[in-house]
């Protein structure tokens, strides 16, 4: 891809911290337009690469470019053109929304009358007009993220920078978010997004790069990863909990790899290699004379992709079969 098409573009990036190496040589292409995601646990080092490319953190070595701006040598003129939503609320809780939104009006460059107005628009876009005059401790928690992500917006971003957006707030707010994220990309900015949440990374990002221990693990579509897992996942539920555990000792033998005990007492999952696997899973089932209340066989999710590539886990709060359930 052109250079001039990159919102980002990075190789060979390192941040140590004494004797710890945050990043570890990470190398991405980021295109302008659309949501990148970059996804790992907690300790991976996503908020390090955020905070480098903003201008907040120097690297130690490695290249890195916004928006065809040097990190090193022209952090100023990369601060003019984004926005960066932090994991947790920077307003003033002691002043109220509209007055945190005049603040940083001013600080901007904005005379009183200008910064009132934006941030009268903003509130009004965010769903916050009731709560302008509210102090905003008095806020939710969804409200108190919906307020930092209009702050970040006084001046409209070529790229924003939105770090673990939804972590804490409850699903409703959560949507929320989603839909605001999807608006600023239809305005014409940029987002590189980091998430624990699977779901939020299937849901909002064109692309995603798994990152584990400071190094990217994969990079591609949600679909190119579920892809390079190759097998899919087959769920079942037995009618007898206590009987989860011979289940799985028989899922193993028949050729399922990776059998994982849900958090339902009834629950398995394993990565099957298509029908002629699951039909085999099943059949050894119900030749040890185990019942099963409910199956279904689908494309991996963003989870068993993570845990092929890492061996662990990130956080999800849900999974959704994408195929056919059968009861």
């Not at 470019?65 to 090193?72: K, N, P």
């Not at 707010?173 to 624990?196: E, F, K």
């Not at 004379?289 to 066989?297: K, P, Q």
């Amino acid at each position: 891809m052109p250079p001039d098409h990159l919102a980002v573009q990075t190789h060979g990036l390192v941040k140590n911290f004494g004797e710890n190496t945050a990043v570890d040589g990470v190398d991405l292409s980021i295109a302008r337009g659309g949501i990148y995601g970059v996804l790992g646990p907690n300790g991976a080092g996503k908020t390090t690469v955020i905070r480098m490319l903003a201008t907040l953190l120097r690297p130690d070595s490695g290249e890195a470019t916004v928006l065809g701006h040097d990190v090193y040598t022209e952090p100023n003129a990369i601060r003019e053109r984004i926005a960066l939503t932090g994991q947790f609320a920077s307003m003033d809780e002691d002043l109220t929304g509209i007055e945190n939104l005049i603040l940083l009006g001013r600080l901007l460059g904005y005379r009183h009358r200008a910064a009132r107005k934006r941030g009268t628009e903003l509130l009004e876009a965010f769903g916050l007009s009731e709560a302008a005059n509210r102090p905003v401790k008095k806020y939710s928690g969804g409200m108190r993220r919906r307020l930092d992500i209009a702050g970040s917006l006084i001046v409209t971003p070529d790229l924003m920078f939105l770090d673990e957006p939804t972590t804490g707030i409850d699903p409703r707010s959560r949507n929320q978010v989603w839909d605001i994220i999807r608006t600023l990309v239809d305005g014409g900015t940029t987002i590189l997004l980091t998430t624990q949440y699977l779901e939020e990374a299937d849901q909002l990002a064109d692309r995603i790069a798994v990152i584990d221990h400071g190094k990217v693990a994969a990079e591609g579509t949600p679909g190119q990863l579920k892809a390079e897992v190759g097998s899919g996942a087959l769920r079942i539920r037995v009618n007898d909990a206590t009987r989860r555990d011979e289940a799985a000792d028989i899922l193993s033998r028949t050729g399922g790899t990776q059998v994982t005990r849900e958090n339902d007492p009834a629950s398995l999952r394993v990565q099957v290699d298509g029908s002629a696997g699951v039909t085999e899973a099943l059949a050894a089932l119900e030749h040890a004379g185990i019942d099963v209340a409910t199956f279904s066989y689908g494309q991996p999710s963003l989870d068993e992709v993570f845990l092929s590539l890492t061996g662990s886990h990130t956080t999800s709060d849900s999974v959704t079969p994408t195929e056919t359930e059968v009861q």
